[in-house]
């Protein structure tokens, strides 16, 4: 077993327990081998271990004077030699600079050393791990986990060792353990740290630690985890460790796993997104009962109240009894911070259903929300309507989900009511103030969870006429609850003094406008309302003064946060606040943390998932003592850039890895924070030369926008990064930021603009010799130049990005340009180059493991089998594609390789493994909201009713495709159902509904100049003009049809435009000119082989040569069709024609029968060059007088 | 295959996450395993309580916590905590209990 324990924000009182020693029937857990544990910390960036080999390593030791036990090294360089040989270099008496300096050395000359074995006395302080390195007098200088971590950071190092007590440790505060400060990406970056969580007997530790590097380099791919297993099993079984063979643990950065990641977005999907209840939630049975009564009843329900009343949690709960009381209704719940624009908010929701892509629109998303009946709850909804025009459109956008979702009902939380729907009537219900019992109940909760005094101390306290007092001072408003519970701690706490102090707060308190939202709302609250909005103002200012007696650091945290008014990372928020502290390096993140840690004590902060934010009216607050919106100081501005680079990074990984909507769902929230900070309101600095982290942040967050559908903060942000990058000199940074805004231009159809960016990208990589990079825009350019319909300069491009593939070694490049290759061979018919390239890039997808890579070229090599006419072989690639799209639960991807296989199945005849093909398809592609491929299906489907005689059946589906295809603007589509539709009505007889079917089929043809697509029309007009008794209309008609055909070397289409004209001629009774015609689509027919369209050639020459009493031609024609007939199995012709040489023999000359049996073609050539001389000078495919009739 | 996944692992995921700023003692356990075994649970963590480990035996975790740091820890006495911290944790949620359950099978199926 391999157990991964990933631990969340604040979890340290969990991660100190020594979870190595879970003991189960009989046994320890983890004392055996293959049996590993690795700790991970979850708010961490991920990054993943390769050691490649041979590993260099490090092995630093001190033992300074006075710092505990003088050990004896020794035995932990022999055990090392006899590991790592020459690979080992050895650090005596290491100092902290000793230390960086060998490090910085090695890196410096490429051969960084991989490995850093530490063997030093440590401990914790409560503060901070510390490690016992030499002072330079020798004395001991106890180095704190920070600086330790800086030193030892970008030098090359991906595992650290420590030999050292306690280096495990997490300590109460968050990152202040050696372990954590030396994973972290702040302090020293490390890939794995293996630590110890108490005091481990040095004497005896070296053959444990030798055992781990034995199992870790004796073969490749070996996790840390398990080295560490093998080395904790040996240990335990029987050497003197037995009793300390747990202490060495495992910490490693989190790693991405798919399918995990895929588990989450399908609970995310399938569940509810509720988050948990407040621990101390107090029922409110009468207006929890109203709510509930609503929900029965009611599409669309507003819980409206004042800031702080308590309508979130009451919504949270109701929703979750409603969610339990209703099993087939998912709940999903949607917080709304300031600032999320509505476009953002689409996709937050679309992502708690569980699509990493994002509708367009909003009728799109609610054609998702109608998947499932579904309660969507919108948390803060009010801060989608800060004015009349963002109300207005909030209330579109509710409609349109209510309107395309009829089992979609929503519940709001919010300061007013949106009170402008369209689609359905809402509900507002106005949350009271809780009662006195109630606000009592929640005080006296609050406080026991809060450990505050002890239980007789509390009791005495609700006796006390003061906590009457204090219950009219919160006077039912729970958020003063929550931020008075905080203040009451403490040995000489005073329920009176404090009480005190709030009615004097209140008496001072001011309530401006801005903290109910808007002023019209403001001017509405009632007298009571008013008091109560003083009371929480009170309150506030009360933990707010606290604070800043006792917490002072904190207290300017409170304010500078208000810099994020939509909540920010908590990673960010420290990096930003640490800026800012004037203290050491490695002090500065731990105070900034502390700060952190204060501000939620006091419930002055939040946190949700990784991301921490102001309870609701505390923003205000924030802003109103900061005089307004605050801004950063340039460095806390660069730190928070700079970290947010790395959370940018780990979701673009996370999502390049696996497609889970978390990644997308987590850039969203952050997307309107990233454009204040990247266009300050006025620069005040000039940016110093380096690294462009604003510049880093555009490049990586590429894929987040485009699946997200952002375009526009798309274009913001690259732009900014951009001129970032070139204000700072950093090449590379903008040539980033250039291939990315290539990559929006692409997307919004602006070619030459995305060449030019391209080719600006191209030249600064060249100069900044990032092959990868260069290898990356052209193949961008190849995809360009393939949108120009410039297929040779694709293709060169495309060879020029895989040399440089090839060159680094990036295999997933490579494969990506193989497949590419491949494709654009199909379009130049190079079908066996085709073949090559895919199945090359098939081998690579393979090697890299990319599930998704490998599905797309199974799928290609599917259709270019398709086109090869090997069934079986495409039948098998596409089976084998269908596997892997449903293992990465990729459902376009299925449902596109379903509906080919409903094609290949048709092909071959299996109608009724088609329709289930088709059924499943378009189930897939409705989930997934694709309509074009819906449509697509439908018009397939229709095609499959009509072989089936279905017909009513197919003109539904015809009409359907229609609909979607014209909601799409896919005019292709809609023009070949429209053709389709036009040769149903045609079966039908209705005439004139085929005629204006055809009619608007042929305008949209032209729109799009799809020459094949106008010329098919219009010989489904030849046809209906044919039946209508117009042969010379039919024949104009099959004229033109036959020159667009020529025009796109269609030779099939020409065969059946010649064929038909002929049969027009044929009805004008100009018997000469069908017979050239019909000898004309024949020849075409021999030409491409096509054997049924020589079969119906030569019955159309039997009849002619009939009317014309020609024998030879007859003659000719029947040896012809024969063979035809014998060709294509149809024996019933083949013996009808057999009969009827029969009867010629006897009634022609010896001679002439002679003659066609020994060369029928011949024969026939004959008979045609006599027609088309009887025929004279005039054009065949021209009518005139002379000729309307022979 | 995954960096930290060797071939003949059996890879299971423990989550610990707090659910909201205001307790940092109730942590919210998630267990599972790749073959769907799935269970979920709340731990109010108490290291000052006294735990019961084997049959009508107690531990108290924080005296053990201080002992074993300081490597004064024997054998019966890590067993003891090592048995009261897995009930701790199934007994946070019966469906832990479950997935651990179906953990075990898999891992010796493995």
């Not at chain 1, 395309?404 to 369209?422: F, I, K, M, P």
């Amino acid at each position: 077993m391999s157990l991964i324990v990933s631990f969340g924000s604040q979890t340290e009182a969990f991660a100190q327990l020594p979870l190595e020693l879970l003991h189960d029937q009989g046994q320890f857990l983890f004392a055996r081998p293959h049996a590993a544990l690795t700790r991970a910390f979850d708010y961490e960036p991920a990054a993943d271990f390769f050691l490649s080999t041979p590993a260099r390593i490090l092995f630093a030791w001190a033992r300074p004077e006075g710092a505990g036990h003088r050990f004896d090294p020794a035995p932990h360089e022999a055990l090392l030699r006899s590991v790592f040989g020459d690979c080992l270099c050895v650090l005596p008496d290491a100092t902290l600079r000793g230390l960086k300096e060998a490090l910085q050395a090695s890196a410096e000359q490429r051969q960084p050393f991989a490995l850093l074995h530490l063997l030093a006395h440590g401990g914790h302080d409560g503060l901070s791990g510390l490690i016992a390195l030499n002072a330079p007098d020798g004395s001991a200088d106890w180095v704190e986990a920070g600086q330790l971590g800086h030193a030892i950071r970008g030098k090359g190092v991906q595992l650290a060792f420590l030999c050292s007590c306690q280096s495990g440790i997490t300590g109460d505060a968050s990152l202040s353990g050696v372990a954590q400060q030396l994973l972290s990406p702040a302090g020293g970056n490390l890939k794995v740290v293996i630590a110890t969580q108490a005091n481990l007997p040095v004497a005896r530790s070296a053959e444990l630690a030798a055992g781990f590097y034995h199992a870790l380099t004796a073969q490749a791919g070996v996790s840390p985890g398990h080295a560490l297993a093998s080395a904790r099993a040996r240990a335990y079984e029987g050497t003197p460790l037995r009793d300390a063979w747990s202490i060495p643990i495992c910490l490693a950065r989190p790693w991405l796993m798919p399918k995990d990641a895929a588990a989450r977005a399908l609970d995310h999907a399938t569940r509810n997104t509720l988050p948990p209840t407040r621990d101390s939630f107090q029922p409110r049975p009468e207006v929890m009962a109203q709510i509930r009564d609503a929900l029965a009843a009611n599409r669309l329900i507003s819980l409206v109240g004042l800031p702080g009343i308590g309508k979130t949690e009451l919504g949270k709960e109701c929703a979750r009894a409603y969610g339990a009381a209703h099993s087939d209704r998912r709940v999903i719940y949607q917080a709304i911070n300031r600032g999320l624009a509505p476009g953002a908010l689409r996709g937050l929701i679309a992502t708690s259903l569980g699509h990493a892509g994002v509708p367009e629109n909003d009728a799109g998303l609610g054609r998702l929300l109608d998947a499932q009946p579904t309660l969507l709850v919108l948390d803060n909804a009010e801060d989608m309507m800060a004015s009349a025009d963002t109300q207005t459109a909030f209330a579109r956008q509710l409609d349109h989900w209510l309107a395309n979702a009829s089992a979609l009902q929503v519940l709001l939380t919010t300061r007013w009511a949106v009170g402008e729907t369209r689609a359905v009537r809402e509900l507002p219900i106005d949350i009271p103030p809780m009662s006195r019992a109630e606000t009592d109940a929640l005080l006296k909760a609050e406080l026991a969870l809060g450990e505050v005094q002890t239980p007789e101390i509390r009791a005495a306290w609700a006796a006390d006429p003061a906590w009457q007092r204090l219950l009219d001072f919160l006077d039912g408003h729970p958020r003063s609850v929550w931020l008075v519970s905080r203040h009451f701690d403490g040995p000489r706490a005073s329920l009176a003094k404090v009480v005190d102090r709030l009615e004097r707060a209140r008496a001072q308190a001011v309530v401006d406008p801005a903290l109910i939202g808007r002023q019209d709302a403001h001017a509405l609250l009632s007298d009571a309302d008013a008091q109560r909005m003083r009371s929480l103002v009170a309150s506030i200012d009360f933990s707010f003064d606290v604070l800043a007696e006792r917490h002072p650091q904190a207290a300017a945290a409170f304010l500078q946060l208000a810099a994020f008014p939509g909540g920010v990372p908590e990673s960010v928020a420290i990096a930003s606040l640490a800026a800012d502290i004037d203290a050491e390096g490695w002090q500065q993140e731990a105070l900034a943390t502390d700060s952190l840690d204060q501000l939620y004590r006091y419930h002055l902060l939040e946190w949700q998932g990784s991301r921490t934010h102001y309870p609701m009216p505390l923003q205000w607050y924030a802003e109103h003592k900061a005089k307004g919106t605050p801004r950063l100081s340039p460095a806390a501005r660069q730190a928070a850039l700079a970290a947010y680079a790395d959370f940018v990074d780990t979701l673009n990984t996370g999502l390049i890895r696996d497609q889970s909507p978390n990644w997308v769902a987590d850039w969203l929230k952050e997307e309107r924070t990233l454009l204040s900070l990247a266009r300050p309101p006025a620069p005040a600095h000039t940016p110093a030369p380096g690294p462009s982290a604003l510049a880093r942040i555009a490049g990586s967050a590429r894929n987040l926008m485009m699946m997200s559908q952002r375009l526009g903060v798309w274009q913001q942000l690259t732009e900014a990064g951009r001129d970032d990058a070139r204000a700072r000199l950093d090449i590379h940074g903008e040539a980033n930021t250039l291939k990315a805004l290539g990559d929006l231009q692409l997307r919004n159809d602006r070619l030459d603009d995305a060449r030019k960016a391209y080719e600006n990208a191209l030249e600064l990589y060249r100069k900044v010799e990032d092959r990868l990079g260069e290898a990356n825009t052209l193949r961008a350019l190849g995809d360009l130049h393939l949108r120009n319909a410039r297929l040779d300069d694709a293709r060169k491009a495309y060879e020029n990005a895989l040399e440089l593939y090839r060159k680094v070694d990036a295999r997933l490049g490579e494969a990506n340009t193989l497949q590419a290759l491949g494709d654009l061979h199909l379009r130049n018919a190079r079908l066996d180059d085709a073949r090559k390239a895919y199945e090359n890039a098939l081998e690579l997808f393979r090697k890299v493991e990319d599930r998704l890579g490998e599905a797309n070229t199974l799928k290609a090599l599917g259709d270019l089998h398709l086109r090869n006419d090997r069934l079986d072989d495409a039948r098998k690639a596409y089976e084998n594609a269908l596997e892997l799209y449903r293992k990465v639960d990729a459902r376009l991807g299925e449902a596109n390789t379903l509906k080919a296989l409903g094609d290949l199945h048709l092909r071959n005849d299996r109608l009724d493994d088609a329709r289930k093909a088709y059924e499943n398809a378009l189930e897939l592609y409705r989930k997934v909201d694709a309509r074009l491929g819906e449509a697509n299906t439908l018009q397939a489907l229709g095609d499959l009713h009509l072989r089936n005689d279905r017909l009513d059946d197919a003109r539904k589906a015809y009409e359907n495709a229609l609909e979607l295809y014209r909601k799409v603007d896919a005019r292709l589509g809609e023009a070949n159902t429209l053709q389709a539709l036009g040769d149903l009505h045609l079966r039908n007889d209705r005439l004139d509904d085929a005629r204006k079917a055809y009619e608007n089929a042929l305008e949209l043809y032209r729109k799009v100049e799809d020459r094949l697509g106008e010329a098919n029309t219009l010989q489904g007009l030849g046809l209906l003009a044919l039946i209508s008794q117009d042969p010379a209309e039919a024949f104009r008609q099959f004229v033109r049809a036959l020159h667009l055909h020529v025009r796109v070397d269609n030779k099939l289409g020409q065969e059946a435009a010649l064929g038909y004209a002929a049969r027009a001629a044929m009805a004008l009774e100009q018997t000469d000119r069908a017979l050239f015609l019909a000898g004309a689509s024949l020849a075409i027919g021999l030409e491409i082989k096509d054997r049924f369209g020589q079969s119906i050639s030569l019955q159309v020459l039997l009849n002619l040569f009939q009317d014309a009493n020609d024998g030879l031609g007859f003659a000719a024609s029947v040896a012809l069709y024969r063979n035809v007939a014998g060709q294509l199995d149809d024996v019933q012709q083949q013996s009808a024609m057999d009969e009827l040489w029969q009867q010629l023999a006897s009634l022609l000359p010896v001679e002439l029968m002679t003659a066609v049996r020994t060369d029928p073609q011949a024969a026939l050539n004959q008979a045609l060059a006599n027609a088309r001389q009887r025929f004279g000078e005039h054009d065949p495919l021209e009518l005139d007088t002379e000729h309307q009739g022979d | 295959m995954q960096p930290f996944e060797t071939a003949d692992a059996y890879p299971v995921y423990l989550s610990a996450t707090l659910s909201a700023s205001e307790n940092r003692h109730r942590i919210h356990l998630i267990l599972r395993d790749g073959a769907g075994a799935h269970g979920a649970g709340v731990l109010d963590l108490d290291l000052h309580a006294t735990q019961t480990a084997a049959a009508h035996t107690t531990i108290s975790w924080d005296g053990f916590l201080a002992d074993y740091r300081a490597s004064r820890s024997g054998t019966a006495d890590q067993q003891a905590f090592g048995q009261a911290l897995l009930r701790a944790l199934l007994q946070a949620d019966a469906s832990l209990s479950q997935a651990w359950a179906a953990v075990l099978a898999g891992a010796a199926g493995h």
